[in-house]
Nanobody
Framework: QVQLVESGGSLVQAGGSLRLSCAAS????????MGWYRQAPGKQRDMVAI???????NYAHSVEGRFTISRDNAKNTVYLQMNSLKPEDTAVYYC????????????????WGQGTQVTVSS
């Protein structure tokens, strides 16, 4: 019913920048909280940044001051601007969203994107 499609992952040198995008599409009434998570090999998936529909944000301590999350509600799209990248930022980055579905009964489900690889070389 709802798809999240990420883009923007790449190989970049330490100190460089990348911008990730994630667009939600499908049978959408409203996109609520959106966020980015990441998972490095052999590690659990961790929250990177979250943004509410009103624009309030929350960041993991490890990325504060370097990463910025933003969204375009008209496009149902969330962005992650990543600056001053470090090798420890290397991971698969996943988009996540709480989406209220169109229908006679209002249902809100949580969705994940397929992930996009970010690799930071030293």
């Amino acid at each position: 019913q709802v798809q999240l499609v990420e883009s923007g992952g790449s190989l970049v040198q330490a100190g460089g920048s990348l911008r990730l995008s994630c667009a939600a599409s499908g049978n959408i009434f409203r996109v609520n909280d959106m966020g980015w998570y990441r998972q490095a090999p052999g590690k659990q998936r961790d929250m990177v940044a979250i943004i509410t529909s009103g624009g309030d944000t929350n960041y993991a301590h490890s990325v504060e001051g370097r990463f910025t999350i933003s969204r375009d509600n008209a496009k149902n799209t969330v962005y992650l601007q990543m600056n001053s990248l470090k090798p420890e930022d290397t991971a698969v980055y996943y988009c996540n969203a709480d989406v209220s579905i169109r229908g006679a009964i209002r249902v809100t489900n949580n969705y994940w994107g397929q992930g996009t690889q970010v690799t930071v070389s030293s």
